[in-house]
């Protein structure tokens, strides 16, 4: 049996919902449309019938957010029957399909969202699948991923902090791979900082502030450009197919 369908036939269990009580879910979601708020708002379409494909979507956080922005037209694949259990239990749509058979129908989109979704593939899948991905963008349109960034501090901790990763990326890597792989135009944005409780999350932004500080002189002493590193856990990173 290959590794994955070990790992992903108990994921939400084992690891997407490890810290998460059956009786809690409410307060994920709850956490997960913060997230989405902080990271995704400024990057959705405009347009609200666009047609929307969410590669990965476990356990239906992002289609639910999506929906209730008002996104009607919003597909979902996971290959995890857990997960796809998970999204049916919230009342969201989520199908059992692998991404390789999702990305050989010959439908297109105008936004595909890959949300902690990449870094589960090595480097020759990957290539082949963000080939797949922009080529079944529709003219002017987005590729919204989130992934893990190996230049944020202890950024091994995310990386290999769940044992399907296999790619790591940094905002070059990020652009470069993105460039090559069909989209026309790549921006990187930072990722959400949040911490539950007020007093801690006042605490942390100015710890942050301490640690984005001493990252940057380092980097001044090495020579290295500030602005071509990106610091935060993960990336979040919008490709767009002009056509």
Request: with cysteine; hydrophobic share 40%; aromatic share 10%.
């Amino acid at each position: 049996m290959p590794y994955r369908d070990t790992f992903y036939e108990v994921y939400f269990q084992r690891q997407a919902g490890r810290n998460t009580l059956s009786n809690s879910l409410e307060k994920k979601l709850e956490w997960d449309y913060k997230i989405y708020m902080d990271e995704l708002s400024h990057l959705l379409p405009v347009n609200r019938s666009v047609s929307i494909l969410d590669l990965g979507a476990g356990y239906g956080s992002l289609c639910h957010w999506l929906q209730h922005k008002g996104y009607k037209n919003v597909k979902a694949i996971d290959t995890s029957p857990e997960q796809v259990q998970r999204a049916k239990d919230l009342g969201v749509s989520v199908e059992l399909c692998d991404v390789q058979t999702a990305l050989d129908r010959e439908d297109t989109y105008d936004c595909i969202f890959a949300i902690d979704f990449i870094e589960h593939f090595d480097k020759e899948e990957l290539v082949e699948l963000l080939k797949k991905m922009t080529s079944q963008l529709n003219p002017q349109g987005v590729l919204i991923i989130r992934t893990p960034n190996i230049d944020a501090p202890i950024g091994s901790f995310y990386a290999f902090g769940d044992f399907t990763h296999g790619v790591f990326l940094n905002k070059h890597s990020a652009i470069q791979l993105l460039l090559t792989c069909g989209a026309q135009e790549v921006s990187i944005y930072p990722s959400s900082l949040r911490v539950k409780g007020l007093a801690k999350n006042v605490l942390r932004k100015l710890v942050w502030i301490t640690v984005k500080t001493a990252l940057k002189i380092a980097l001044f002493a090495t020579g290295r450009r500030t602005s071509a590193v990106s610091y935060t856990p993960n990336l979040v990173i919008k490709a767009l197919k002009k056509g």
